[in-house]
């Protein structure tokens, strides 16, 4: 598996390597505010955000649901009848 996606991004779990070019100095675009720039990169990290959080939430609900029963069985052998 290559250390990157195939269209060559790496995500935020993957490491960078050296010879990937880093961006140290901000990309000035002609015409936009700076301060639209941000607000719409606050608005795609934030939609980016709330989705890993909804699937996050729902693989860990599954989880649940599925360990519950055997949760219960245990809940249940340490008390004594009584």
């Known amino acids: ?3 990157y996606p ?3 991004i790496p995500t935020l779990t993957q490491r960078a390597e050296a ?9 000035a675009f002609p015409g936009v ?8 990169l606050q ?3 934030e939609q980016a955000i ?3 959080v909804d699937e996050a939430s729902a693989t ?3 989880r649940l649901e599925a360990e519950l ?3 219960l069985a245990q809940a249940m052998s340490r008390i004594r009848p009584g």
């Open 1 to 3: 598996m290559p250390p």
């Open 6 to 8: 195939i269209d060559g």
């Open 19 to 27: 010879d990937i070019p880093v961006l140290d100095t901000p990309v």
């Open 33 to 40: 505010p700076e301060a639209v720039l941000r607000a719409a």
């Open 43 to 45: 608005a795609d990290l």
């Open 50 to 52: 709330k989705v890993a």
């Open 60 to 62: 860990l609900r599954q």
């Open 69 to 71: 029963p055997a949760i």
